[in-house]
C-alpha cells in the first residue's frame, strides 16, 4: 500500500463539505491506479472507464458519512470493487476467439462479426503504468493469458487474487472491502492460485530473456517479413503451434500453416502499414490498411512470444476498442 499524501487530510475534509475542487485533488492520484485495477477485473478497457467514473461518482456521494476507519484508497478500492463484481453479474467474461469456437480453415469466409461485448480488450502499457520500474507481478498480471484466466475466475476469486498477490492488500483490507472474513479470503486465494498456476510461462520471462535488442529485432522482423510478404521469413518466425485469433470476427486459426496460408491467401493481399507499440506488457503493433484514400487504422496485433519465437498473434479489430491508444487514425496516400 503506498502512503498517504501529506494533503491528504485536509482535502478530505474539505470534500467532506461539498468542495467539489478538493474531492478531486483527493482522488485524481487513485484514478489511474483504480483503471487498471478495473482493467483486470473486466477485461475491458471500456468497462473499466466506466466503472472508475461509476465509482468516483458513488464515492462522491457517499464522502460525507467517510468515518476514516480505513485509508482513502481501501474505501475507494471497495467502492471500485463492488462496481466491478455487479458489472461481472451482468456480463458474460471477456474471451479471446480461441475459447469461443473451433479453430477454423484458411479459406474460411470471413462474414458474420459477434460485436456482443464478449472480447477481452487489449490496453496499452501506459494506462497501465508499465514503466520499466514496474514490477513483476504488475507486469504479469496485465497479460493477456493471464487476463484470460483471470475471466475463468468466479468473481470473487478474482478480486481476492488481484488486490492479495498484485496490490499488495492485506488479508485483513480484502476482507474489509469484500465484507467477508479472512480465512474465507484465504480460501479463495489458494482457489485462484491453483487455477492461474496452471498458466504458460510469462511473457515478462519471455522478453527479458531475449533483452531489449532482441525484442525490438524480433518485432521488426516479423512487420519486415508481413511487410514484403516474406513466407519463408514468417515460417522462420513463428512457432509451430501458433495461434492468431482475432476479435470480433469468430474465427482463429490453429497451427503454422493454416496461419501461413491466411495470412498470405487473406491479409497480405492488401497494402498495409504498421507501427510498433507496447500493450499488456507484450510486442505489439497498430496495422492500417489502405481504404483507397490512405490507410486507416483497423487492428492492434498484440504478439506472444515463446522461445524467441511469436507463439500468437491477437489481432483486436474492434475499432471502438482502438481508441485508448491514441494511434493517428490514419496516413494520407
Known amino acids: 500500500m503506498s502512503t498517504v499524501p501529506s494533503a491528504e487530510p485536509e482535502l478530505l475534509a474539505a470534500a467532506q463539505r461539498a468542495d467539489h475542487d478538493a ?25 473499466a ?31 471500485a470493487t463492488n462496481v466491478c463484481l455487479d458489472e ?21 469466409e470471413l462474414t458474420g462479426r459477434v460485436d456482443e461485448p464478449i472480447w477481452l480488450q487489449p490496453c496499452p502499457d501506459d494506462r497501465l503504468a508499465l514503466d520499466p520500474a514496474a514490477g513483476y ?10 487476463l484470460v484466466a483471470l475471466q475463468h475466475l468466479p468473481a470473487t476469486q478474482r478480486a481476492v487474487l488481484v488486490l ?48 531489449d535488442d532482441g525484442q525490438r ?17 514468417m515460417v522462420s518466425l513463428l512457432a509451430e503451434d501458433v495461434r492468431f485469433t482475432m476479435p470480433p470476427m469468430p474465427f482463429w486459426f490453429n497451427g503454422r500453416e493454416d496461419v ?3 495470412l498470405t491467401g487473406v491479409v497480405l493481399k492488401e497494402s498495409w502499414r504498421r507501427i510498433p507499440v507496447r500493450a499488456n506488457g507484450q510486442l505489439a503493433f497498430g496495422a492500417y490498411m489502405d481504404r483507397g484514400e490512405g490507410h486507416r487504422l483497423v487492428a492492434v496485433d498484440v504478439l506472444t512470444v515463446r522461445d524467441g519465437r511469436i507463439a ?6 474492434d475499432g471502438a476498442a482502438l481508441g485508448v491508444f491514441g494511434l493517428p487514425a490514419g496516413y494520407p496516400p
Not at 461481472?88 to 479459406?107: E, G, K, S, V, W
Not at 474489509?176 to 479472512?182: E, I, P, R
Not at 498456476?197 to 520471462?205: D, E, F, M
Open 23 to 47: 474531492f478531486g485533488q483527493l482522488v485524481t492520484p487513485y484514478r489511474d491506479q483504480l483503471f487498471a485495477y478495473c482493467y483486470r477485473m473486466l477485461g475491458s478497457t471500456h468497462d
Open 49 to 79: 472507464e466506466d466503472a472508475v467514473q461509476d465509482a468516483l461518482v458513488k464515492a462522491w456521494k457517499g464522502i460525507g458519512g467517510f468515518e476514516g476507519r480505513a485509508s482513502v484508497k481501501s474505501w475507494l478500492y471497495r467502492i
Open 88 to 108: 461481472i453479474r451482468r456480463r458474460p467474461r471477456r474471451i479471446l476467439t480461441d475459447d469461443y469456437a473451433p479453430p477454423a480453415a484458411p479459406d474460411v
Open 137 to 146: 507481478e504488475l507486469r504479469e498480471s496485465v497479460e493477456l493469458a493471464f
Open 164 to 211: 492479495r498477490e498484485v496490490l499488495g492488500f492485506s488479508a485483513a483490507e480484502v476482507a474489509a472491502t469484500l465484507d467477508t472474513s479472512v480465512p474465507s479470503v484465504n480460501s479463495a486465494l489458494q482457489r485462484a492460485r491453483a487455477t492461474i498456476r496452471t498458466q504458460p510461462r510469462s511473457q515478462r520471462a519471455e522478453l527479458t530473456e531475449l533483452g
Open 217 to 233: 529485432e524480433l518485432l521488426a522482423a516479423f512487420i519486415e517479413a508481413l511487410q514484403r510478404s516474406d513466407v519463408d521469413a
Open 260 to 262: 501461413v496460408a491466411f
Open 312 to 317: 500468437a498473434i491477437s489481432a483486436f479489430l
